[in-house]
């Protein structure tokens, strides 16, 4: 079984808990396993008689987010089209949540990240302080297939990520988990060392905390800043070949489906049929 699971949790479907007996007097300790909740989703689509129904699960069965739609055409093109759906949000609404005063320094870092990596949002919570380049503005992440690939971020970020860092005495933390929880686990829940910031005790954030931070504050789930991401290159006319290495996409199609433009863009492509304007 050990030989087995390495790969498992190399590729990150597993991970270690802290070493426990078995029982009083069994032995060496064991390390118990537990599935990472967030390393993959599963999307489940239902077409009922007038509404499509979606649900995304995490590996341990959970349910993470629902959604329907009204379902006016059933044909077979209709249905496809209407899955393909862009669910990116408009620049101007990006920027203006990020700009928010009232926005925590975490979840502003956080949000601002996301955006401007394109990244997945539980590669991000993985990162560790000493995983940042921070003179280079990037980070290497662990991808879907187990590959090491590096993410890259801007200015806001890069501004942002040292004030997230300072501790209190003004001191930066040097290692352990980059986006921590609000408070120190509770002994019963307590998670693996490696997810303990070292410098403060309390734990690493998780990405079912962070969806409910965005929802609550936005309405958004944070796939969708990625998606947005992808969206406003292809608007920018960022080649594709270029919207796929940021996003790391392998297969065109896929990537295709997020630079669908959105509702800005062709608002601001309409002017080109409007009428010649007069010249006086």
């Known amino acids: ?7 498992l949790i190399g590729g990150g479907y597993l991970h270690e808990l802290p070493p426990e ?3 009083p007097g069994a032995g060496r300790p064991v390390n118990p396993l537990a599935v990472t909740s967030d390393r993959e989703f599963f999307v489940g689509v239902k077409i009922g008689a007038d509404t499509l129904y979606g649900t995304v699960c995490d590996l341990r069965a959970q349910v993470r987010t629902t959604a329907s739609r009204p379902l006016g055409d059933r044909s077979p093109g209709a249905v496809c089209a209407l899955l393909a759906d862009s669910r990116a949000v408009a620049k101007t609404t990006i920027h203006r949540l990020l700009s928010r005063r009232d926005i925590p ?27 940042l380049d921070l003179e280079h503005r990037r980070a290497p992440v662990r991808s879907k297939g ?13 501004h942002l990520l ?31 060392a490696a ?22 504050v936005a309405g958004l789930d944070l796939h969708q800043l990625r998606h947005s991401a992808a969206t406003h290159l292809g608007e920018a006319e960022v080649p594709l070949q270029l919207i796929m290495g940021k996003t790391r ?4 199609r896929t990537a295709m489906r997020y630079v669908k433009p959105g509702a800005e ?14 010249r006086h």
């Open 1 to 7: 079984m050990t030989k087995s699971a390495r790969p």
């Open 21 to 23: 007996r078995t029982a």
């Open 105 to 131: 320094l975490r979840e502003k870092t956080l949000w601002r990240m996301l955006y401007e990596t394109a990244a997945r949002a539980a590669e991000i919570l993985a990162l560790n302080v000493e995983d």
């Open 146 to 158: 187990g590959a090491i690939e590096w993410v890259y971020w801007d200015s806001g970020t890069a």
């Open 162 to 192: 040292p004030r997230l860092l300072r501790l209190p005495d003004g001191s930066p933390r040097m290692h352990g988990p980059l986006f921590l929880s609000e408070r120190r686990p509770v002994p019963a829940r307590r998670p693996a």
């Open 195 to 216: 997810d303990i910031c070292p410098h403060t005790g309390r734990a690493r954030l998780g990405y079912d905390r962070a969806r409910v931070l965005l929802d609550t």
């Open 249 to 252: 996409h392998k297969n065109p």
């Open 265 to 278: 863009a062709i608002a601001g492509v309409t002017e080109h049929l409007a009428p010649p304007r007069r």
